[in-house]
């Protein structure tokens, strides 16, 4: 039996010649260290590793045969052959493939709900550098979905914590940490030699900025968004493939669609769409698989279906980064385009007439009721909002999109004080009310959020 054992190893490890170091043989024992043909190399390499001794094992040479195009990689260590031990027997990944992602490199632009995910997944894949643009901190709010961080993390700065967390899954892994907004100033330097870029952005100025750097510099993005229960990935600026602005021509209008502070997110669904994101950054990066380059793929998580959807390249060249913000209808945060759009208000100041609706403050708000003040309280956050906190003086609650269809059950004859979670909504909603004729309109500045806050404390902050 154990003659039979000691055969088996040796035929095993001649299988594996392209792979062992060992000192060289003649004659007979030259011939039966042929390589046997037919035996995936990958299969061989594990079974012989499992087989040899160990002070044998010690000195396993990771190389594939001269000239495959894989001399310039980086070799495996020890470490690394059995961390990473069930990639090697994969046919499609193997020793090259694993080496492959040792010397690749993947720029995360998030370290959120998306980003989560697919950075753990990719750190423990093997990818050697990694990435992470964020200029957020860890709030409670984000360990919902956001598995990376944790509660002792709280208040940390987000990529300090996920290159905690990511070291702490694989310590062979470089991680390179921009604590900043990515910008038109500083998209291109910092996308800048990375293989793969994957978009776990949660605006849309973010994701046309990523989008037009990549294409730019022709790095492939992973892009990835989610909402409710639902979730996109695709794969833009692949081989000359569609991008972004392939899918969405022009951007929606600020407050159209939901973000997912407004609209909610099923905790799970990033971590669905973040590891297929980290799957399509996998197989660029080994060059296996069909891509979802010109593929739109659309998951639903309680219908638990999968559709895809057709994508072209039919967008126009881009020439070049602009500002982002404005183009997608915002306030352009940078200097220079902030003096600009407050000079452009200024001027559209004198030649237009005032607001048609007041800012009040919480303060000011509370002093005015503590004075007898009795305004209609329209509360203009969704329903299920509602029933974490509420101001128990509110009239009404009626989502901002639908004031118009209750404009009718308002009071005209009486002040209507508008607020929804931090400001935003219900400025929204006295803009429409003031289009349909509403003259005495309030709108409480930081909403919910800061009358909690500032006023009454024992509600609930979200």
Known sequence: MCKLRCLTCAALAACCGAFISSPPTTGKAA????????????VAFERAAQCIPWPRRRQLSLTTAAGDGSEDLPHLTQD???????????PDVGVEGQRRLKASSVLAIGAGGL???????????????VGIV????????????????GTSTLGVSKVESARTRILDINPHVQVELYPEQLTSDNALDIIK???????????????YLVNDACVLQGVPNVYGAILGFEGQVSVFSYKGGPNYRDLLPVPPNPGDVPSCAE??????????????????????????????SGRLLIYDALKMTFKES?????????????????????????????????????????????????????????????????????DVRLPQEAKIA??????????????ARVAAALPRDRDILVHCKVGGRSSKACETLAALGFERLYNLEGGIIAWANEIDRSLAVY
Not at 356 to 371: H, M, N, P, T, W
């Open 115 to 129: 980003g989560s995910p697919a950075l753990l997944y990719l750190a423990a894949a093997g990818v050697g550098r």
């Open 390 to 403: 509420s101001l128990p003086f509110a009239d009404m609650v009626v989502p901002h999109r639908e004031v």
């Open 31 to 42: 011939a039966a260290a042929a390589p046997a043909t037919g035996a995936p190399k990958q």
């Open 310 to 378: 057709a994508l072209l390249p039919r967008s126009e060249p881009i020439a070049g980064l602009v500002d982002y913000q404005g183009f997608c209808g915002f306030a352009p945060k940078s200097s220079a385009a902030a003096a600009a759009a407050a000079a452009a208000a200024s001027a559209a100041a004198h030649a237009q007439p005032p607001p048609r609706f007041e800012r009040v403050s919480a303060q000011a708000a509370a002093e005015r009721l503590a004075s007898g003040w009795s305004p209609f309280v329209l």
């Open 263 to 292: 609209g909610g997110v099923l905790g799970i669904l990033p971590g669905v769409i973040g590891c297929i994101q980290a799957t399509e950054v996998i197989k660029i990066l080994l060059g296996k698989g069909d891509v979802l």
């Open 193 to 207: 030699g990375y293989d793969v870029v994957l978009d776990g952005s949660d605006n849309f100025p973010t994701k």
């Open 134 to 149: 964020d200029d957020d901190v860890v709030d409670e709010s984000n360990l919902q979905r956001q598995v990376i961080h």
């Open 80 to 90: 690394e052959v059995r961390r990473y031990s069930r990639h090697l027997i994969l």
